[in-house]
């Protein structure tokens, strides 16, 4: 499966960025998405979780302020970020947790080694 995110840039501390998640292929089947952040220096962290079902995980540290959805599109999913802080600059990707994605099964996150190009948000204060 090919992954592809955007909507990252450079935004001040407040405010808000939109990112988005294609995800290559038609065949979509209990398929749960993950988003992850990669600050400078530090390893991935699963920040946000969407099951195919609409329920949603998030890690204490974006709670209240990050939320993610699924669009109209089965392949397509969004991280909306309010009130960003400096800590939530570095490179963010999403990824199959589990489910049929894209036409492809991922018994759990480990399965799934194809990260996309990711896409780098970097908040001054």
């Known amino acids: 499966v090919q992954i592809e995110e955007s909507g990252g840039g450079p935004v001040q501390a407040g405010g808000s960025l939109k990112l988005s998640c294609v995800v290559s292929?038609?065949?979509?089947?209990?398929?749960?998405m993950g988003w992850y952040h990669q600050a400078p220096g530090k390893e991935r962290e699963l920040v946000s979780t969407i099951s195919h079902d609409g329920t949603t995980t998030y890690i204490d540290s974006v709670k209240g302020r990050f939320s993610v959805f699924q669009g109209d599109a089965k392949n397509t999913w969004f991280l909306q970020m309010n009130n960003l802080k400096s800590e939530d600059t570095g490179l963010y990707y999403c990824a199959p947790i589990s489910g049929t994605c894209g036409g492809y099964y991922y018994a759990s996150p480990v399965d799934f080694d194809t990260w996309g190009q990711g896409t780098q948000v970097t908040v001054s204060s």
């Open positions: 292929g038609y065949m979509f089947n209990y398929c749960k």
